[in-house]
């Protein structure tokens, strides 16, 4: 894995943009253009991004951006590809940087025709479980139990298995990443730079304002969620599937810690344990952690 050291210097996220203090979505997308070097047109939709990256006319990002419709971001990057390449530019990158909202929901139905028709590109969804910049309300992303603007006394729904909804559509490559492993993201989005076709990363994003904890927990949660079992880090490079090391360990349940060091840290949870803990509840959602990884390995192995 790359050192720290060996990371390129220059940034592209620039001092001055305008994300909430202990953003980790600042985090992941300093580490992604670090390995594109400034080789890439981002497209945003609605979401978090197209609002941290400043105020017209200044720019909190050091390279072009297209921000364009909620449900429409897999639709312009193939009019961006297809731009590129009619005038010979094959090599720039286009990369989708999209929330939970406009790729579980609202933009699901242009993610899937972009696959379709294999466009060559990047798409990453930036998962903060939650419609964190229109005032926290629940998405397809939102995991059981927790509260939100919509969902006072916990959501009752599982969220949605996007991974498996990408996989049927036969990406050249897929992977799972986690704001709080900045070297692991870097090098999956340099591999991913250099495989043409359909790609897409899906990272682990906590939001200390629509969560509901101290912004200096960011990096903590992240890593419990993989410690816990809960997040799991892996990728695919066509049909080879490879479990990420920092969560080979975690694939036995006596190994993981429980989930309850997780939850606990997070205020949009706080009902499964005040007045007293809802072990019953708790327990569902240990269960449900198994149940994703029973049917990722099912699938890929």
Not at 192 to 199: C, M, Q, S
Request: charge should be positive; hydrophobic fraction near 40%; aromatic fraction near 10%.
């Amino acid at each position: 894995m790359v050192a720290i050291r060996d990371l390129p210097l220059k940034e592209y996220v620039l001092k001055g943009n305008a994300a909430c203090a202990g953003c980790q979505d600042m985090v992941a997308l300093r580490h992604a253009h670090k390995a594109f070097e400034g080789n890439v047109i981002q497209i945003v939709p609605a979401c978090c991004t197209s609002v941290v990256q400043s105020l017209f006319p200044r720019t909190g990002l050091g390279i072009p951006v297209l921000n364009t419709a909620f449900m429409a971001s897999g639709a312009t990057a193939s009019g961006v590809r297809a731009a590129l390449r009619a005038k010979g530019k094959d090599d720039t990158q286009v990369m989708v940087w999209a929330g939970d909202g406009g790729t579980f929901d609202i933009g699901i139905q242009a993610l899937s025709g972009a696959f379709e028709r294999r466009t060559d590109f990047l798409y990453v969804c930036y998962n903060n479980q939650v419609y964190s910049n229109t005032g926290t309300q629940r998405s397809g992303a939102t995991p059981l139990y927790a509260q939100t603007t919509t969902t006072w006394y916990g959501k009752q729904e599982p969220e949605k298995l996007l991974d498996l909804i990408v996989a049927a559509h036969e990406p050249a490559y897929q992977a799972t990443a986690n704001a709080a492993y900045p070297r692991d993201l870097y090098e999956k989005f340099k591999r991913a730079k250099e495989i043409r076709g359909p790609k897409f990363i899906h990272i682990f994003i906590p939001c200390p304002q629509a969560w509901n904890y101290p912004v200096e927990l960011g990096v903590e949660i992240g890593k419990l969620a993989v410690e816990t079992g809960y997040w799991i880090m892996w990728e695919r490079i066509g049909d080879e599937f490879k479990l990420g090391t920092q969560s080979k360990r975690f694939q036995d349940p006596a190994k993981r810690k429980p989930i309850e060091e997780f939850l606990k840290l997070q205020g949009r949870f706080s009902r499964l344990f005040k007045p007293k803990k809802d072990e019953k509840k708790i327990a569902e959602l240990e269960a449900y952690i198994q149940h994703r990884w029973d049917i990722l390995l099912r699938t890929f192995t």
